[in-house]
């Protein structure tokens, strides 16, 4: 489940330029999340995922293109009003209502979750995670529960959190000592045994490439079907 509810006085104190940095990105005028990694097991797997968010007047608007060994696996679109999920495997799209007119994006964080697949999962936590902290609530960290261990260099900040074969670093920075930290890249991995995880993910804000239109038309032939997340989220 995204978004553990775990937080102590210690980690609020410890976690406070992730926090900072994490509000940074939930006010960015438009975010992309560009991870690649790859996945050890009987064979190694070359993992792409490329996520784009904006918000604004007009709603909540996303897309995230997700490839396996090179290949498109899965695509997402929000477009203010419907999520589309394209699953290449099945050549099958589901579409779910998130809000009308304008898209709500509680709504679209929490249908998220539900369609991503698991090797697209941590930009979606991390958009997650930056959206839906409030001022003033301690930080909840939906990674990887373990004591941070932060390292400060001048205008730079590391927050790694370690839990048995778990792990992910948050890169910050700032521009001058009276700048807030803002989030440049966030790494993790995962052994878990006979599979392993490893990650690494850019976080650039204020860009949205040209290409990216935030709209979906099904492709000719492939079904379209009603998500059984249309139903049952307010």
Request: hydrophobic content about 40%.
């Amino acid at each position: 489940m995204i978004g553990m509810a775990v937080a102590s006085a210690a980690w609020a104190q410890a976690s406070a330029p992730l926090e900072e940095a994490l509000g940074q990105l939930a006010m960015s005028n438009g975010t992309a999340l560009l991870m690649e990694g790859t996945e050890e097991g009987s064979r190694t797997v070359e993992l792409r995922t490329n996520l784009y968010f904006v918000r604004n007047e007009s709603g909540s608007f996303l897309e995230l293109w997700n490839y396996r060994a090179g290949q498109l696996s899965q695509r997402l679109v929000a477009d203010g009003r419907q999520l589309w999920h394209h699953d290449l495997a099945l050549s099958q799209v589901e579409v779910a209502s998130y809000g009308e007119p304008r898209g709500r994006l509680e709504v679209l964080l929490q249908r998220l979750p539900l369609m991503v697949q698991s090797s697209a999962a941590q930009p979606v936590k991390l958009l997650q995670g930056a959206l839906l902290l409030r001022p003033g609530s301690p930080f909840r960290p939906w990674y990887s529960v373990g004591r941070p261990e932060e390292k400060l260099k001048e205008l730079n900040c590391t927050v790694t959190m370690r839990q048995g074969g778990e792990w992910t670093a948050f890169e910050l920075t700032k521009k001058t000592a009276i700048h807030p930290y803002e989030l440049v890249r966030v790494t993790g991995g995962q052994d878990a045994g006979a599979r392993r995880l490893n990650w690494s993910m850019d976080v650039r804000t204020g860009f949205i490439p040209a290409e990216i239109k935030f709209t979906f038309t099904p492709p000719r032939g492939v079904k379209v079907v009603a998500s059984p997340q249309s139903t049952g989220i307010r």
